[in-house]
């Protein structure tokens, strides 16, 4: 797969991902906290989504990601689940069970990854800009901390407890 090609697709996965989290600000935009970490969240997936599309015009057009494409495909089946449940969403803890799924995917390392490897043509720290799973993750414990469900707290926690430790 042509690396402008994986990039178009991050692109619009990176899209779809902020409308998931754009739709769940819809929902919970009376509870104050979950709506600024789903209003948080979409802006820095569409940030994202932003970026890449710089680093794909900066793309040569014969260059190849190597086996990063055909990862790619299997996040395209996890999105469309998450974008289909992401309707049928009731409670502040679905959505964030939904958002730790997304948020664990391969979406934000294989955009990273791809953005590193087209570091020599970009400007120094550019990758930096997508490594954002740390802020996500103390987003969504801030959110997590207004539900009743241990194990999605926990979850959450975890995730953001890997970055305390680094």
Do not use: N
Request: proline letters at 2%; a negative charge.
């Amino acid at each position: 797969m042509k690396t402008a090609d994986a990039l178009s697709l991050l692109i619009a996965l990176k899209e779809r991902v902020a409308r998931v989290y754009f739709c769940f600000f819809r929902a919970f935009r009376t509870d104050p906290v979950a709506a600024k970490c789903w209003w948080e969240l979409a802006r820095d997936e569409y940030g994202h989504a932003g970026l890449l599309t710089m680093v794909r015009d900066l793309a040569a057009p014969d260059a190849d990601c190597g086996e990063i494409g055909a990862r790619l495909w299997s996040l395209v089946e996890s999105v469309e689940r998450c974008e289909q449940q992401a309707g049928e969403v009731t409670s502040l803890t679905g959505a964030l069970e939904l958002a730790l799924r997304l948020e664990s995917s391969e979406l934000g390392a294989l955009s990273y990854r791809i953005v590193q490897s087209l570091g020599a043509d970009l400007p120094e720290g550019a990758a930096r800009s997508l490594s954002g799973l740390d802020a996500h993750a103390r987003r969504l414990a801030e959110a997590a901390d207004g539900i009743a469900d241990r194990k999605v707290r926990q979850r959450v926690e975890d995730m953001l407890g890997g970055f305390r430790d680094r």
